[in-house]
């Protein structure tokens, strides 16, 4: 890749004189020194302007749809059609458009890209490379160009220069497409190079925390600990929590990465305090490549949680952009954790950021409105099962979880002011409050953008004058949802299907819902409706119809309610906690952990205060 990359700039170079040479005796033609430096005057006015609008509004959006290794391929392919027209045409026009090659493209394109392309190269050469390039390649290029000019000016005509000026270009349209089948390669081992070169950290005068970089290769004995302490944390009870977890942080260093899985995987399931312990122990880790998983467990987490989480990610740096890019466009991820990614990308990489900003924004909306049918559809015959309610209640806060992460991704992109003040007055019941909300929304969008967004906003009742739907067409609809990647929704379609067919018939239908990346939740309520299990099981969807029955948590969302069922008990704590009878078994809610999850999920909260108060509330 290096030497590629240096016979590309040796080559442009080289090019880059021959085409000056070819313009300026064009130019000169018939023109005394006064009237050709006019013209000259005017025509570097013009690409400065060109170059600055290029450079301002264009290269990141080139950079962003095309990628750099694209974007490498736009000189050598303009330089190609200059001297083309030069070859074929010649005048002039020909002289123009070469003057902008070199001036415009050259300057506000290839040079930026270059600079992109550098970092491909390892960093122990980087600097010599350039060195080298910019102190020897380019006066050796115009050595050659100019002693090539020197003898051939007087012997061939322009034509017979354009010809050579093509065949070079073509030549370096060749060596860029091998320089762009190496750069991902030689991008990713250089990547991979700074943060997990284990053999130079140990060799060179390293710090500490190099040294312990290497931990899971130099301590076994230290990792096994820590592996046998994690099976006791998951196997433990919650009083014992706490000796694990300050045990495992005397032993925890960075790059103990065999336990992150372990740790994200329980950490939604530990005590309140217990979970920050657990939270700092993988920002000791400090390893980049578990984004994805520490993103989606911080989702289940209280607020201040996930702020502690959003810091550690900025502290990756750079190596965190590719993981949390992945994370914000991956549709399968919850919005909680895609919104989580989208803060810490907004603050490490605005540009990649706003890159895909759009795009994100067309496809949820998209999403949206297709939800907004669906939920309509089975609304209508909500009553028929609890399945059918729970599902019809799930897509229904999808929907407004979907809108608050687009308003969220749009103040992130500077386009909203406030986010947080904003969807708190979007959720008023007070219509003047959210009037003015609307109002900001709509002085602070592109008429486009709002008028995708507004029927979403407004935030009226999902209802229809349509008769209710056929049994075929909601299975139908049903068999669809199946193949989403909401995980309760699944669950809860399977179950709601499992009315309309007997068990032999739906095994197949259900089979969909199996393809991909299924979750345990929806496994477990697969094998339970086909009666795969030993012993029959509540599903899911019975879990929280069962928690529904509790007073104060009857208008819990369903996410909410997802994380009080992992708390469900057969056992009394404290005459405070709350019974939930679940097919003829009596269960068992805690109060601290009620606590707890309204501590993660504010709405929630925000029912119980009001089931408990009775007072009307704006907001």
């Known amino acids: 890749y290096v030497l590629l990359l240096t016979l590309t700039l040796f ?36 690409a400065s302007i060109f170059n600055l609008l290029v450079c301002l509004f264009l290269f990141n959006r080139l950079v962003g749809r095309m990628g750099v290794r694209n974007v490498a391929l736009i000189l050598p392919l303009t330089y190609f059609a200059a001297f083309g027209f030069f070859f074929l045409v010649g005048g002039p026009m020909a002289a123009l458009a070469a003057f902008f090659a070199y001036h415009g493209v050259l300057t506000s394109i290839e040079y930026n890209n270059q600079n992109l392309l550098f970092n491909a ?7 010599p490379l350039r060195t080298v390039i910019e102190g020897m390649a380019e006066p050796l290029a115009s050595f050659m160009a100019g002693g090539f000019l020197l003898l051939a000016a007087f012997s061939s005509d322009m034509r017979q220069l354009s010809g050579i000026g093509v065949i070079i270009s073509g030549l370096l349209i060749f060596i860029v497409l091998a320089l762009r089948h190496y750069y991902p390669a030689a991008m990713t081992v250089n990547m991979r190079r700074g943060w997990m070169n284990f053999a130079a950290s140990v060799g060179s005068d390293g710090t500490s925390s190099d040294i312990h970089g290497n931990s899971e290769m130099l301590d076994r004995d230290r990792i096994k600990k820590l592996e046998n302490l994690l099976k006791k944390l998951e196997a433990g009870t919650s009083e014992d929590a706490g000796e694990i977890i300050v045990a495992m942080q005397s032993l925890v260093m960075p790059g103990d990465i065999g336990i992150i899985r372990g740790l994200t995987d329980i950490l939604p399931r530990l005590e309140r305090a217990h979970r920050l312990s657990v939270i700092d122990m993988l920002g ?29 990610l900025r502290g990756f740096g750079d190596l965190a952009i590719p993981s949390l890019t992945d994370c914000l466009s991956n549709a399968d991820m919850s919005y909680r954790a895609r919104s989580l990614s989208a803060r810490a990308l907004a603050v490490l990489s605005p540009a990649q950021f706003n890159s895909q900003l759009d795009q994100i924004i067309e496809s949820e909306v998209a999403l949206a409105h297709d939800s907004i049918e669906k939920a309509r559809a089975i609304g209508l015959v909500a009553d028929q099962s609890t399945a059918l309610r729970l599902l019809a209640q799930a897509i229904e806060e999808r929907i407004g979880i979907s809108v608050d992460f687009v308003l969220e991704l749009l103040a992130l992109g500077g386009r909203l002011p406030n986010f947080d ?24 969008l592109h008429y ?9 906003i407004q935030r009226k009742d999902i209802e229809s004058r349509l008769p209710p739907p056929s049994q075929d067409e909601i299975s139908a609809l049903l068999s669809d949802i199946l193949q989403t990647p909401g995980s309760f929704e699944v669950a809860a379609a399977a179950q709601a299907l499992s009315q309309f067919h007997d068990a032999g018939d739906l095994a197949p239908i259900l089979r969909k819902a199996l393809q991909g990346r299924s979750t345990n939740m929806v496994r477990s309520t697969v094998a339970i409706l086909l009666y795969l299990d030993a012993e029959p099981a509540p599903t899911i969807v019975d879990r929280i119809s069962a928690i529904q029955q509790l007073p104060e948590l009857a208008h819990g969302s369903i996410r909410s309610l997802l994380a009080l069922t992992e708390h469900l008990t057969p056992v009394q704590e404290n005459p405070d906690d709350r019974a939930v009878d679940l097919d003829g078994q009596r269960l068992w809610l805690k109060r601290r952990h009620i606590e ?14 009001r089931t408990q108060d009775g007072r009307a509330y704006a907001a």
């Not at 984004?291 to 702020?307: D, G, H, K, M």
């Not at 486009?448 to 979403?456: D, S, V």
């Open 11 to 46: 080559v442009i170079l080289l090019l880059t004189n021959l085409i000056e040479f070819q313009y300026s005796t064009v130019f000169e033609v018939g023109r005394s020194e006064a009237q050709l430096a006019a013209l000259f005057g005017q025509l570097y006015a013009a």
């Open 121 to 127: 190269v390892p960093v122990t050469v980087k600097r």
């Open 284 to 312: 000791t880790i400090d390893d980049a490549q578990s984004i994805p998983l520490v993103v989606e467990s911080a989702a289940q987490l209280s607020p201040f949680e996930t702020r502690r989480f959003e810091g550690i």
């Open 421 to 444: 003040l904003l969807i708190v007055s979007l959720h008023s019941a007070n219509q003047k409050v959210r009037g003015n909300a609307i109002e900001t929304i709509e002085s602070g």
């Open 448 to 456: 486009r953008t709002f008028k995708m967004l507004k029927p979403l």
């Open 596 to 609: 707890d999850v309204a501590c993660r999920f504010p709405e929630l909260a925000l029912i119980m205060l």
